[in-house]
């Protein structure tokens, strides 16, 4: 796929998409280390959102104009929400969500994880408890926890952080350090985490978590 092009025809479908009544958040992200796979987060106040989306005039606009740029076929996968635990609290409280100089470089992570088969509710309690304490942190912008709908052992949290700075902060956090050690044992594989690089939003104020869950 052709990164400008490919940037471009899902930044106009994501502006669109915005101004949809039942969509919270429409992320473009490009990974950093293959510059040509991108990702989108889509959450919906409910499932009528995704169905409703793909009736929309821009998304069918952009399915067409990304269909040959495909060097793969797309695939999506569908997450329940377990942190932040509202859908009300994944919209931006912000009315801007771009500018003019190009995108932030904010540090944006996302973590998979396998978890051992009845460990899951014990790890939710625990990541829960992590995020509660991360988003207070000052350079954490979001910290969301997700569930796999097709496979509940599996789990993405999704951070971003102002700086990597901030990021490599968290990690020496005390809330960091109980919850790396609660887990531990709890992994059926060893966590894998991708960096990206965000084309929609670009002010670091849109991925700012609500006061209300800090």
């Known amino acids: 796929m052709s990164e400008g092009d490919s ?17 919270q958040r429409f992320d473009i992200l490009q990974q950093r280390d293959d510059p040509s796979r991108f990702a ?3 959450i919906y106040r409910n499932a009528n959102g995704p169905a409703g989306h793909k009736e929309t005039e821009h998304y069918l606009t952009w399915r067409e104009a990304v269909a040959e740029m495909m060097a793969s076929p797309r695939s999506g996968t569908q997450w329940d929400t377990v942190f932040p ?22 540090d944006i992570t996302h973590v998979y994880v396998s978890v051992t088969p009845g460990k ?18 000052w350079g954490n912008l979001r910290f969301d926890v997700l569930q796999s709908v097709e496979t509940p052992t599996e ?15 968290h990690k020496e ?42």
């Open 7 to 23: 940037a471009q025809a899902s930044l106009q479908n994501a502006r669109a998409s915005k101004s949809e009544a039942l969509n």
């Open 173 to 214: 956090t005390k809330h960091y350090l109980e919850w790396r050690s609660t887990v531990a044992d709890m992994m059926a594989k060893p966590r894998e985490a991708k960096k990206y690089v965000t084309h929609f939003p670009t002010v670091p104020a849109a991925w700012k978590v609500g006061d209300l869950v800090i």
């Open 155 to 169: 789990f993405l949290l999704i951070e971003v952080y102002r700086t990597a700075g901030d990021a490599a902060q």
């Open 85 to 106: 635990g509202k859908a009300s609290d994944y919209h931006p409280s912000v009315m801007m969500l771009e500018r003019s100089q190009g995108a932030a470089d904010l």
């Open 40 to 42: 989108l987060i889509e």
């Open 120 to 137: 899951e509710q014990e790890f939710k309690k625990a990541t829960r408890e992590n995020a509660m304490q991360s988003v207070k942190e």
